[in-house]
């Protein structure tokens, strides 16, 4: 393997080639050489009027359904998507058949990953079977790998169980995850609960669901002074309450989706299954506080929340279709479009999810292992269907306009390239 | 005079023209409903199918009612008698209705949005909310329309009142919906549980707990069911406190002292929302209702078979 990147501008604050336009030569998948213009023969030449280099993006919440539920996403065709998406590290989520609640799981994924392009992180469940009511073992899962712990897309609703939760990873300095949603207040909800849910006649699911977690959660945290990550937050409110928590110095950081900056509930006039999602698009106000999270960096890490569903159970009707959209592929084109200076999406992308789950942040200079990601920022492009590397297509950006487009990226000595016509 | 539309999923897709239209054509159905020949062939050759995934009795036999009198070939597909038993998806279904030419479908559904989904699916076949979820049900609506209008001589300024569980019922949003468009006034009353929290803003209405008050003000009370079937969350304590606090009863109608016309769309949980002397009492039009109900939904048939053509 040996690749020459010409002509590539550098996004990567720490390094001293920040903002610099170079050629960087990888070969073996270290990079050799990092210089105004190298030559090099024999090698792979990547080279586009837009192009941009920076480290290795990540993801932190994406759900890849082996085992249990191949038909909507396997470990390999899920990493095909984060690589499409500029991804070279992603945190899976353990909703599994079986969830990830115990080491074989966490070793399964690990074993499974190690010959894809891409690193992957299970998040070990912090119940077993990630349903809510015993502590898995998450020592155990720790010490195989496990990089965070988290009941996934199913948010734990006790409150005992959490405070035991955070208290039990402060041996191990883990890090939990919740999706705030209090399942006893959005009970058979469909929708954001408002004036359009009213309107369409679909059971609502109040932003305070959302909300009264967070709090609570905030006060757990206080009591146990454990470290949080909320992910999804939909809500101005639930921004606001975690931005105060982090004032006051508790360990607590949140994500939201691209997605909720992107739709609100006034989207779902057609009852459209592919906008039905957990936690639920929020009215335009709340859209617009979670555009305002991206752009101005109060977002600790942007988080695909990709949940791959198979057609099926997308084209049905909207009581009966399941939650979720997939979000790797169409991730950057999106979450670019909110005015946050390029640096600092870069950063919520590499530098600042990683010191978040205690990764080494890896560098961009001579003689490091490439993690690389090759984008152009400024190219606007309309998202294909043919775009997509998940087994399953629920997404609503099919034939949207995007800004932003993936070159590819270069990591664990592999090079996966995006073609487009 | 045509519909603006190719189905009817809900009053909220209706203007106010394609609502008189539909309610004066009812009137010309009502009259053909007297004559001692009640069946005219509007609709010869038209095969519909009755779709019914939910239990209903009035509006099934309503919609047949009218079906065979605009001389149309009918079907009917209840769901607890079919494949959905086998876990057939809708989508299954409508392609094989659709494989059988089927010209309309009129559908009833417990998910809201059903019947927009079978439209998306089923451009060509013209399609008929006949209630989905707790979203809408038009022909309802129109039949509450037509009776007011026939025993108080229209709709517009007329003062309306709404009684009871609005959270879950399809009646209260498509009656909404067109006594809005129409130029009622509409006013809610109910326990706060039952009504939806944004539907003042969501809606345009006015909203008044103490029932007594709410009959004072209004011409018309449509009362509504209370959708035991729906209540799967704690809404309030028992039926018999909900009597208590908002069921209609003959003592409070003395004591309001107002001639107000009486509806409910049925089928009525006696003793519970309403007492049976105020239900079948001579301030009561549930029964003309229900007699309205076939000529209004001959109406719906014929003008959107009117706009498939």
Not at chain 2, 106 to 131: C, D, Y
């Amino acid at each position: 393997m040996k690749v020459l990147i010409q002509q590539v501008r550098i996004i990567s604050p720490s390094s001293p080639f920040n903002g610099k336009v170079t050629d960087i030569l990888i070969e073996n998948g270290i990079i050799r050489q990092i210089a105004d213009h190298i030559s090099a023969e024999g090698a792979q030449v990547i080279t586009h009027p837009d192009l941009h280099c920076s480290i290795g993006w990540m993801d932190i919440f994406a759900q890849f359904d082996d085992p249990g539920f191949e038909h909507k996403e396997t470990l390999v065709s899920g990493a095909a998507a984060a690589a499409a998406g500029g991804f070279t590290d992603v945190m899976l989520v353990p909703n599994t058949n079986p969830a990830v609640s115990s080491k074989i799981q966490v070793e399964y994924i690990r074993q499974k990953a190690a010959s894809l392009p891409i690193n992957l992180y299970p998040i070990g469940a912090i119940t077993k079977n990630a349903e809510g009511k015993e502590l898995a073992e998450m020592y155990d899962m720790h010490n195989s790998g496990a990089i965070a712990f988290s009941d996934g897309i199913q948010s734990l609703q006790s409150p005992g169980i959490l405070l035991k939760a955070l208290q039990y990873v402060l041996s191990i300095g883990a890090t939990l995850l919740q999706v705030p949603n209090d399942k006893s207040i959005s009970a058979h909800g469909l929708m954001n609960e408002g004036i359009m849910s009213t309107r369409l006649g679909l059971p609502g699911i109040p932003s305070i669901a959302e909300e009264l977690m967070i709090a609570r959660d905030i006060e757990l945290l206080r009591y146990t002074g454990s470290r949080l990550h909320i992910t999804g937050v939909t809500t101005q409110k639930g921004i606001e309450l975690i931005a105060a928590a982090k004032k006051e110095g508790l360990q607590v950081s949140f994500s939201v989706t691209p997605y909720h900056a992107w739709f609100c509930d006034e989207d779902l006039v057609s009852y459209n299954t592919n906008l039905k999602v957990n936690p639920p698009l929020r009215k335009k106000e709340d859209m617009l506080a979670v555009r305002q999270a991206i752009a101005n960096g109060t977002a600790d890490c942007i988080a695909s929340h990709h949940v791959p569903q198979h057609w099926d159970d997308k084209e049905c009707e909207f009581e009966y279709a399941r939650n979720g959209m997939i979000g790797l592929e169409s991730f950057f084109g999106v979450a670019n479009r909110y005015g946050a200076p390029l640096e600092t999406l870069i950063e919520k992308l590499t530098v600042q999810p990683r010191e978040l789950f205690r990764l080494e942040v890896p560098s961009l200079t001579a003689g490091t292992a490439a993690s690389l990601t090759l984008f152009a920022p400024g190219e606007e492009y309309t998202f294909e269907k043919e775009m997509i590397r998940s087994t399953s297509f629920n997404t609503p950006f099919i034939g949207q306009k995007l800004k932003g487009r993936v070159i590819g990226i270069i990591n664990k000595q592999q090079i996966v390239l995006n073609h487009f016509s | 005079m045509q519909l603006s539309t190719k189905h009817l999923l809900g009053i909220k897709d209706l203007s106010p023209k394609d609502i008189s239209l539909i309610l004066s054509t009812a009137q010309q159905f009502k009259e053909v409903l007297q004559r001692p020949v009640k069946k005219v062939p509007s609709l010869r050759d038209v095969t519909i199918v009755n779709l019914f995934y939910e239990n209903s009795t009035r509006t099934r036999i309503s919609f047949e009612l009218a079906e065979k009198r605009l001389g149309a070939d009918t079907i009917n597909f209840a769901a607890s008698a079919s494949s959905v038993k086998k876990g057939e998806t809708l989508l299954d279904t409508v392609n094989n209705i659709l494989s059988m030419k089927v010209d309309m479908v009129v559908m009833r559904h417990s998910a809201s949005g059903a019947p927009h989904f079978l439209a998306k699916h089923l451009p060509n076949t013209g399609i008929v909310n006949a209630g989905d979820g707790i979203n809408e049900h038009p022909t309802q609506a129109l039949l509450d329309a037509f009776s007011i209008t026939e025993k108080t001589g229209g709709l517009e300024g007329k003062k309306i009142l709404l009684i009871g569980d609005i959270m879950h019922s399809r009646v209260a949003l498509s009656n909404i919906y067109l006594l809005n468009k129409m130029g009622a006034e509409v006013m809610l009353s109910g326990p706060p549980t039952l009504i939806p929290p944004y539907i003042k803003e969501a809606m345009g209405v006015q909203v008044e707990y103490d029932l007594k008050k709410a009959l004072k003000w209004c011409d018309v009370a449509n009362v509504l069911r209370i959708q035991l079937e729906r209540q799967n969350q704690v809404l309030f304590s028992s039926l018999r406190e909900y009597n208590l606090s908002y069921g209609v009863t003959k003592k409070l109608l003395q004591e309001v002292d107002k001639d107000i016309v009486i509806m409910h769309p049925g089928p009525i949980n006696r003793g519970v929302e309403i007492d049976s002397d105020v239900a079948d009492g001579n301030q009561s039009i549930i029964l003309q209702q229900v007699e309205n109900g076939v000529a209004v939904r001959m109406a719906a048939l014929y003008l959107l078979a009117g706009t498939a053509n």
